[in-house]
């Protein structure tokens, strides 16, 4: 965790135009209180907005890889941000955990959508799993 306070702190969130969490579901947000990406960016003092919704019911945590994949995208874009040009900006969506990628990649489908020049993710960790592990001790990685 120390690690990973570290490099926060010492990451440039000024670099880019904007800077997007993944949200959560309200269903979610009302269980837990909190979304954790928020709560970590205010901590930073960063500005954030807001202009990803998620129409997600179920955790991501509950699928297998396969379902992620196949699951529409739930990510739209909040409404007063429909008409806006972004043209020429840089945004970073950020989020808690990396584990096959979908939610970030799914994100960033719709971001495009807005014309970004550049879009970068970043996530305050990377799921690895056990068999991944077992696999490299075997010697076939």
């Avoid at 926060?8 to 880019?16: A, E, P, Q």
């Avoid at 837990?32 to 807001?50: G, I, P, S």
């Avoid at 305050?124 to 068999?131: E, M």
């Amino acid at each position: 965790m120390a690690m990973i306070m570290k490099y926060l702190s010492d990451f440039n969130f000024k670099n880019y135009d904007l800077v997007v969490p993944i949200p959560i579901s309200s269903a979610r947000l009302k269980e837990r209180t909190y979304n954790q990406v928020t709560e970590m960016l205010k901590v930073m003092k960063v500005d954030y907005q807001l202009i990803l919704e998620t129409s997600k019911k179920n955790r991501q945590s509950d699928l297998s890889r396969a379902a992620r994949l196949n699951k529409e995208n739930p990510f739209f874009l909040n409404e007063n941000v429909k008409d806006y040009d972004f043209s020429g900006m840089s945004v970073l969506i950020v989020d808690d955990i990396y584990t096959t990628g979908v939610t970030v990649h799914q994100a960033a489908d719709v971001i495009s959508n807005l014309n970004f020049q550049k879009i970068d993710v970043l996530t305050f960790s990377k799921a690895q799993h056990i068999w991944y592990n077992e696999i490299k001790k075997k010697g076939n990685i």
